[in-house]
């Protein structure tokens, strides 16, 4: 009996807990009233509006619990909110713009703080790409305005239409708004991206200072709204933008000059935006510029249709070729220079940037690649050598930007050694000397200096020459620049006789202008010259020149689809060769270069052979 009056007594309990709450409840719910309700006070109606337009949706809501919140929704997504402060009545307005074509849906719904929501109510808003002006306009000093008969109209309501859509009629009264259906019709986009037809982007001097010369040229079907040009420093992290408009031109075209303000690795970037909004495809331009203390900064361009191009304000746009195991370039700077009598006379050094695949015999890794600096010296005969006993000529590069323990880091390429005792036939008949510096991509300064020595002393040297290299460009295969040159010699062997004064010189660069070379494959029709330049010397085996030096003419036509060949390719001998493709603008009778491009590989459709002193000896073309 008793354990019943206990079960009694605890759903007693349990029931008033029960009727509290729901009193509670019903207490609230009175007191709180509807459910907050919500509109949209403007725009009234659908519309339709351009790309790019704004528009200010004003919403109204109310409750007697108080409003927690107003949202704005963007086609089901949440697209601004207002947090109230439980008004019972509250107004806000979310800034839309119109940035996609086509049907947009715009939903507002309000919250009370009961966490009660409104119904939520819907604004079908379109956006078409806004097109170019066409109308033309007239100055009238005196305006008229008539209605459609011709009579005057003045003080009454003339029809206003935008294309097709009317905007004001007779009676005064706006058009009639776009029904639900024919938002939702309108195109999501216009008919194609806008283009950018032309980019160029050259880097100049102007003084001192870098800049870049640009030119765009893009078309679209709506028209061109701007160009949204950037260059950004990769290396400081500097970013420039500017804006260029076109104003809605279907086809837009801008010159002007970019100026840089520090070194560093830039990208520069231009994109094309139409009047609807979208955009074309990114244009980037690489360009480095490189500071060199006491010197003029050195440019490099990165082509991204050629990769490995290179451009300073003295070098040729040189590309490497593949010649056995060294991948090299013109020489740019060829210094003849003349002593004192008696000293090293007219030793003709070349400077040549490049990278080396190194081989086994130099400690390294098979396929390993080294960019590298290679001198090449072509010592003539001296006859006041022969005078002297036990001569040992020296030919030392060393890095001043490296430690001692790493300072003279060098090897010889093609088995030429780094020192050589001088022999009568040396004497008699000269030598060419060859060592390559690895450059490192540093940005280093090099020494380059020949020593003689007579019994063990130190009897002549020069020239000396400083060689400043640029850090290399992307990509990591690309060669260094060669940024200065300058030299001075010294002889001993006629002490302080006035014959003998010190000649010190400064390179001035490379007297042709930018003038490319064309590496295969090639892409513009027209004839080429192949040009061998020997860069190395006979030996015992003592071949004739003339048997392998030649001179080969490319022929490259829209006719023909082809892959390289080389059937005049010079046969296996002890030289080594240099091969440059030259443009020509007339090889022979009705034989002229093309201008128009093209996508044919080279071909050598006829050979001529040359003899050896018509290619000029061991001098390069």
Same mark, same amino acid.
């Given at each position: 009996m008793k354990?019943?009056?206990?079960?009694?007594?605890?759903g007693?309990i349990?029931?008033c807990?029960?009727?509290?709450?729901?009193?509670?409840?019903?207490l609230?719910?009175?007191?709180?009233?509807e459910?907050?309700?919500?509109?949209?006070?403007?725009?009234?109606?659908?519309?339709?509006?351009?790309?790019?337009e704004?528009?200010?949706?004003?919403?109204?809501?109310e409750?007697?619990?108080?409003?927690?919140?107003?949202?704005?929704?963007?086609?089901g997504e949440?697209?601004?909110e207002e947090?109230?402060a439980?008004e019972?009545s509250?107004t806000?307005v979310?800034?839309w713009y119109?940035?996609?074509?086509?049907?947009?849906?715009?939903e507002v719904?309000a919250?009370?703080?009961?966490?009660?929501?409104s119904?939520?109510?819907?604004?079908?808003?379109?956006?078409?790409?806004s097109?170019?002006d066409?109308?033309d306009?007239?100055?009238?000093p005196t305006p008229?305005t008539?209605?459609?008969?011709?009579t005057?109209a003045a003080g009454?309501i003339v029809?206003?239409?935008?294309?097709d859509r009317?905007?004001?009629?007779?009676?005064?009264?706006?058009?009639?708004p776009p029904?639900d259906?024919?938002?939702m019709?309108?195109?999501h986009?216009?008919?194609?991206?806008?283009?950018i037809?032309?980019?160029t982007?050259?880097?100049?001097?102007?003084?001192?200072?870098?800049q870049?010369?640009?030119?765009?040229?893009?078309e679209?079907d709506?028209?061109?709204?701007?160009?949204e040009?950037?260059a950004?420093?990769?290396?400081?992290?500097e970013t420039?933008?500017?804006?260029?408009?076109?104003f809605?031109e279907p086809?837009?075209?801008v010159e002007?000059?970019?100026?840089?303000a520090?070194a560093?690795?830039?990208?520069?970037?231009v994109?094309?935006?139409?009047?609807?909004?979208?955009s074309?495809?990114?244009?980037?331009?690489?360009v480095?510029?490189v500071?060199?203390p006491g010197?003029?900064?050195?440019?490099g361009?990165?082509?991204?249709?050629?990769i490995?191009?290179l451009?300073?304000?003295?070098?040729?746009d040189?590309?490497?070729?593949t010649?056995?195991n060294?991948?090299?370039?013109e020489p740019?700077?060829?210094?003849d220079?003349s002593f004192?009598a008696?000293?090293l006379?007219?030793?003709q050094?070349?400077l040549?940037?490049?990278y080396?695949?190194m081989?086994?015999?130099y400690?390294?890794p098979?396929?390993?690649?080294?960019? &590298?600096v290679? =001198?090449? @010296?072509?010592i003539? #005969?001296?006859a006041a050598? $022969?005078?002297?006993?036990? *001569?040992?000529? &020296?030919?030392? =590069?060393? @890095?001043q930007d490296? #430690?001692?323990?790493?300072? $003279?880091?060098?090897?010889p *390429?093609?088995?030429?050694?780094?020192?050589l005792?001088?022999?009568?036939?040396?004497i008699?008949? $000269?030598?060419?000397?060859?060592?390559?510096?690895w450059?490192r991509?540093?940005?280093?300064?090099?020494d380059?200096?020949?020593e003689l020595?007579?019994?063990g002393?130190?009897i002549?040297?020069?020239p000396?020459?400083?060689?400043r290299?640029?850090p290399?460009l992307?990509?990591p295969?690309?060669?260094?620049?060669?940024t200065?040159?300058q030299?001075?010699s010294?002889s001993?062997i006629c002490?302080?006789?006035?014959a003998?004064?010190v000649?010190?010189?400064?390179a001035?660069g490379h007297?042709?202008?930018?003038d490319p070379?064309?590496?295969?494959p090639?892409?513009?029709?027209?004839?080429y010259?192949?040009?061998?330049?020997?860069?190395g010397r006979?030996d015992?085996?003592g071949?004739?020149?003339?048997?392998?030096?030649?001179?080969?003419f490319?022929?490259v036509?829209?006719?023909?689809?082809?892959?390289?060949?080389?059937?005049?390719a010079?046969?296996e001998?002890?030289?080594?060769?240099?091969?440059?493709?030259?443009?020509?603008?007339?090889?022979?009778?009705g034989?002229?270069?093309?201008?128009?491009?093209?996508?044919t590989?080279?071909h050598?459709e006829?050979?001529?052979?040359?003899?050896?002193?018509?290619?000029?000896?061991?001098?390069?073309?």
């Open positions: 354990k019943r009056s206990g079960i009694y007594i605890v007693g349990v029931l807990i029960a009727l509290l709450f729901l009193a509670y409840v019903g609230r719910l009175t007191q709180g009233g459910r907050p309700v919500v509109f949209i006070q403007s725009p009234s109606s659908n519309l339709i509006l351009d790309s790019g704004g528009l200010a949706v004003v919403v109204y809501a409750s007697d619990a108080g409003l927690e919140k107003i949202s704005l929704y963007v086609d949440l697209y601004a947090t109230g439980n019972n509250l806000v979310f800034p119109a940035e996609k074509l086509g049907g947009h849906t715009l719904k919250v009370d703080r009961f966490n009660r929501p119904d939520p109510v819907q604004l079908m808003v379109g956006v078409e790409a097109k170019p066409t109308m306009y007239e100055y009238v008229e008539v209605d459609d008969g011709g005057e009454s029809p206003a239409v935008n294309g009317v905007i004001v009629s007779e009676d005064g009264s706006f058009g009639v029904t259906e024919e938002v019709l309108l195109p986009a216009d008919d194609v991206n806008p283009s037809t032309l980019f982007a050259e880097p100049g001097r102007n003084g001192h200072q870098v870049i010369r640009y030119r765009i040229e893009a679209d709506l028209g061109i709204d701007r160009f040009l950037s950004s420093n990769t290396t400081t992290g420039s933008p500017r804006t260029t408009l076109c809605g086809v837009c075209v002007d000059v970019y100026p840089f520090s560093g690795a830039w990208l520069f970037q994109q094309a935006i139409d009047t609807s909004g979208q074309s495809v990114v244009q980037t331009t690489a480095e510029i500071e060199n010197f003029e900064p050195a440019i361009i990165l082509d991204p249709a050629v490995d191009r451009i300073t304000n003295w070098m040729r040189d590309r490497p070729r010649i056995t060294l991948e090299v370039f740019i700077i060829i210094a220079l004192p008696g000293a006379e007219d030793i050094m070349e040549t940037p490049g080396a695949l081989e086994p015999i400690g390294f098979p396929g390993m690649v080294r960019d &590298v290679q =001198v090449r @010296s072509v003539p #005969p001296i050598w $022969g005078g002297y006993d036990n *001569l040992v000529l &020296v030919i030392k =590069v060393d @890095s490296l #430690p001692d323990n790493e300072r $003279g880091e060098r090897f *390429l093609r088995g030429n050694p780094t020192t005792t001088i022999t009568d036939e040396i008699a008949n $000269g030598y060419v000397f060859e060592t390559a510096v450059a991509c540093g940005g280093l300064n090099w380059v200096h020949w020595f007579w019994n002393q130190l002549e040297s020069g000396i020459f400083t060689v290299t640029a290399c992307p990509p295969s690309a060669a260094p620049i060669i200065s040159l030299g001075y010294n001993e002490g302080n006789a006035s003998c004064t000649l010190t010189w400064q001035s007297p042709e202008p930018t070379t064309v590496e295969l090639m892409t513009s029709l027209g004839v010259r192949w040009a061998p330049v020997a860069i006979l015992a085996l071949a004739n020149p003339d048997d392998f030096l030649r001179e080969t490319w022929y036509t829209n006719d023909n689809e082809f892959t390289q060949r080389m059937p005049c010079p046969p001998t002890i030289l080594t060769y240099a091969f440059t493709l030259v443009p020509m603008t007339y090889i022979g009778p034989e002229s270069i093309y201008s128009n491009d093209g996508s590989l080279a050598i006829a050979c001529k052979t040359l003899p050896y002193n018509e290619i000029g000896g061991l001098q390069p073309r």
